[in-house]
């Protein structure tokens, strides 16, 4: 064996820390996406309108964007292990009650809770991801996020969706509970046993909210990582609905359409780092990424044929995983606190999808589902017509430094 054939250190890191961290992420993804598709399904079983479904999906994310700081601050002092294994065992609880629930108020509230967890989940994960990047390589710098994708959009939502039309929704709740106690088994040997005690705030690098948005990529990018989770948001949150009131679709075929759009993020996230993260072209490849999101609205808000909606899938997967991989690699490569910037492209994230949720149902309610995607076709027009001009605009209004 020559010395060339040895795996050096790094190698051997990084090898070790992506094969528990990726059967995690999986995992998680599909335990996730397993919940939200229980949730429409949940809702639309107990007759809800669209505004009321907008709500049960919205308090989810809601809840996340309000404890996505609070969990960075706990686990950056607390024990990560512990408090992973107590919230993955709290919801195990959580989903064996929800399909006992009569009242889509009581829903939502569950929901919400959900989403407390998550939170706390969510953060410790993309922080040990992201401190683990240079070990890694940049060009797995989507695979975090590709592998949650792939299970929170396409095998999530298909286990979900058959175990409700073969078992109902009492022993897919218990299902997706199961999941639960086996995350918080992986999590145990995956993520490690002690915070960092000096805090992040210890950091010399950047770590605040102002001193992050005053550093021109990690501003950019969580624009657009508002933008691009309001966008999947409405449609996730929507496309089992939308396929059944517009194209006709049995319930259970509706999944289809949160499946292609899923496979497409995920091919991006997993295999276009290489070519997508190249600095001489990566402004000119989230352009593009912008295109074709802006093509999937457009489908979806004007079409009432099925290749078409599928086709806009695709579009909309392909833009929202290159939109997706290139914020993350910014935020990766920025000068900046890591555990305080991973938790505020997170924060960016749920706010859009917060946001998203409850204002596509009022849109749904009062205008018809097709009309949600026309309304976000004008915030990325907006970003497309000149969005250089409009960060400098954004730039000439930031708070002077101390």
Same mark, same amino acid.
């Given at each position: 064996m020559t010395t060339d054939s040895i795996p050096s250190a790094n190698d051997l890191a990084a090898r070790r820390f992506?094969?528990? &961290?990726?059967?995690? +992420?999986?995992?998680?993804?599909?335990?996730?996406?397993?919940?939200?598709?229980?949730?429409?399904?949940?809702?639309?079983?107990?007759?809800?309108?669209?505004?009321?479904?907008?709500?049960?999906?919205?308090?989810?994310?809601?809840?996340?964007? +309000?404890?996505?700081?609070?969990?960075?601050?706990?686990?950056?002092?607390?024990?990560?292990?512990?408090?992973? +294994?107590?919230?993955?065992? &709290?919801?195990?609880?959580?989903m064996l009650v929800l399909p006992h629930l009569r009242s889509w108020q009581f829903v939502a509230f569950a929901m919400f809770a959900l989403g407390l967890c998550m939170s706390v989940r969510i953060v410790a994960m993309s922080t040990a991801f992201m401190l683990q990047l240079p070990t890694i390589g940049q060009s797995r710098a989507g695979w975090y996020k590709g592998t949650l994708t792939l299970g929170v959009q396409f095998c999530g939502p298909l286990l979900g969706n058959e175990l409700v039309a073969r078992l109902g929704l009492s022993w897919g709740f218990a299902a997706s509970g199961a999941l639960f106690i086996v995350l918080a088994l992986i999590g145990w040997g995956v993520l490690p046993p002690q915070g960092r005690r000096d805090g992040p705030a210890a950091s010399p690098l950047p770590g605040s909210l102002r001193e992050l948005l005053r550093i021109p990529d990690v501003r950019r990018s969580c624009a657009f990582e508002v933008l691009g989770n309001m966008t999947a948001i409405s449609y996730s949150t929507f496309a089992i609905l939308l396929a059944v009131e517009v194209l006709g679709w049995e319930l259970r075929y509706g999944v289809w359409?949160?499946?292609?759009?899923?496979?497409?993020?995920? +091919?991006?996230?997993?295999?276009?780092?290489?070519?997508?993260?190249?600095?001489?072209?990566?402004?000119?490849?989230?352009?593009?990424?912008?295109?074709?999101?802006?093509?999937g609205l457009l489908l979806l808000g004007t079409m009432h044929w099925a290749p078409a909606f599928i086709a806009a899938s695709v579009f909309l997967g392909l833009g929202l995983g290159v939109n997706g991989l290139v914020n993350y690699s910014r935020i990766a490569q920025a000068p900046v606190n890591k555990a305080r910037a991973s938790a505020q492209l997170a924060l960016s994230g749920t706010m859009g999808s917060a946001i998203a949720a409850v204002t596509a149902g009022a849109i749904g309610h009062v205008f018809g589902l097709q009309n949600i995607y026309l309304v976000w076709l004008l915030p990325w027009l907006l970003l497309m017509l000149d969005w250089r001009r409009l960060g400098r605009w954004v730039v000439a209004r930031q708070v002077p430094a101390a």
């Open positions: 992506l094969s528990g &961290f990726i059967p995690l +992420a999986l995992l998680s993804g599909i335990a996730v996406g397993m919940t939200k598709v229980l949730g429409t399904l949940m809702g639309i079983h107990l007759g809800v309108s669209h505004w009321q479904l907008g709500v049960i999906g919205g308090a989810e994310t809601i809840a996340m964007a +309000a404890g996505m700081l609070p969990a960075g601050w706990l686990l950056s002092r607390g024990n990560p292990r512990k408090l992973y +294994a107590a919230v993955s065992l &709290f919801l195990t609880g959580l359409l949160l499946v292609s759009q899923g496979l497409a993020t995920v +091919a991006v996230l997993l295999g276009g780092g290489r070519l997508l993260l190249d600095p001489a072209r990566i402004d000119f490849h989230q352009r593009c990424g912008h295109v074709l999101i802006l093509a």
